[in-house]
């Protein structure tokens, strides 16, 4: 297990940028993946963006082109860098790391989009 935490969240107008990081509690180098999902109000989580340790990376569709994520192994930190947000992105915005069959969560942080 590893804990995270999400930081980096805030409020930000349409069209703005943020960047989120996840603090990691120990080395992310072997980590089998790690990620971003998302959860507006009244809704289900859903996946933002992930990277494997060997570098591959899968985005959600509704962020392809907007979001990026990376990693820096040896800061233990994750990133994911968010531009041209837009309202529908507001949501509690949660660190995902997957390791061995096992899932580790932060605590969210919220990201509201609005003018």
């Known amino acids: 297990q590893v804990q995270l935490v999400e930081s980096g969240g805030g409020l930000v107008q349409p069209g703005g940028s943020l960047r989120l990081s996840c603090s990691a509690s120990?080395?992310?180098?072997?980590?089998?993946?790690m990620g971003w999902y998302r959860q507006a109000a009244g809704k289900q989580r859903d996946l933002v963006a992930t990277?494997?340790?060997?570098?591959?990376?899968n985005y959600g569709d509704s962020v392809k082109g907007r979001f990026t994520i990376s990693r820096d192994n040896a800061k233990n930190t994750v990133f994911l860098q968010m531009n041209s947000l837009k309202p529908e992105d507001t949501a509690i915005y949660y660190c995902?790391?997957?390791?061995?069959?096992?899932?580790?969560w932060g605590q969210g942080t919220q990201v509201t989009v609005s003018s």
């Open positions: 995902n790391a997957y390791h061995n069959g096992f899932y580790s």
């Open positions: 120990r080395s992310i180098f072997s980590i089998n993946a």
């Open positions: 990277i494997t340790s060997g570098g591959g990376i």
